[in-house]
Structures are given as structure tokens and as C-alpha cells.
Nanobody, 114 residues
Framework: QVEFVESGGGLVQPGGSLRLSCAASRSIASIGTMAWFRQAPDKSREWVAR???????NYAASVEGRFTISRDNTKNMVHLQMNGLKPEDTAIYYC????????WGQGTQVTVSS
């Protein structure tokens, strides 16, 4: 069993930046590939970015070039640096194992609005 606690969300203007953090209750190196997901109002949860244990990253086309995922296996933390935020990035952001997903945390709300 593992729990994830996300933090770092908030209200930001278009073009702004936020850094999200995710703390896992146990070793993420043993979990494997970690990922960020998001769920916008009235939409299904979608995958945003993933990072392998060795640090190889992949991104959804909608965030490529603006978001950067990273992980610290020694601290069991996963981060998402978000730059150039757009209103369509507004969502609740969650971290989890890329596949299969474990139990979901509460997420952290990101709102991009002027």
C-alpha cells in the first residue's frame, strides 16, 4: 500500500508558473515509473507526464515544452514544474504510479485565470 500527498497548487495568471510536489509514503524506486495526471471540471482524468526510475521523461502533447517532471528517489518525491500556464491547464493534479495506478490522493488544485 502506498499513499500520495500532492501540494503546490494555487491560483496563477496565464503565462505564470507553479511547481507541484508529491510525497509518497514509501519507496518510489520500488514503485517504478511515476506520473502526473489531471482532471478538469466535467472531464475525465488524463495523463500529463511520466518519469522512469532512471529519469527518462514523456509528456502529453498539450504540455510538451512547458512542463517538466522530475523525481527524487532518495526522498520519495515527484515534482512537476509548470511554466507558461494556460487557462486550459486548470484542473486538479494528481501523482501516481504510471501503471497500474495505486490509490489516488486528494490532488492539488491548479487554477489559471486572470
Amino acid at each position: 500500500q502506498v499513499e500520495f500527498v500532492e501540494s503546490g497548487g494555487g491560483l496563477v495568471q496565464p503565462g505564470g508558473s507553479l511547481r507541484l510536489s508529491c510525497a509518497a509514503s514509501r519507496s518510489i524506486a520500488s514503485i517504478g515509473t511515476m506520473a502526473w495526471f489531471r482532471q478538469a471540471p466535467d472531464k475525465s482524468r488524463e495523463w500529463v507526464a511520466r518519469v522512469t526510475v532512471s529519469g527518462i521523461t514523456n509528456y502529453a502533447a498539450s504540455v510538451e515544452g512547458r512542463f517538466t517532471i522530475s523525481r527524487d528517489n532518495t526522498k520519495n518525491m515527484v515534482h512537476l514544474q509548470m511554466n507558461g500556464l494556460k487557462p486550459e491547464d486548470t484542473a486538479i493534479y494528481y501523482c501516481n504510479s504510471h501503471f497500474p495506478a495505486r490509490s489516488w490522493g486528494q490532488g492539488t488544485q491548479v487554477t489559471v485565470s486572470s
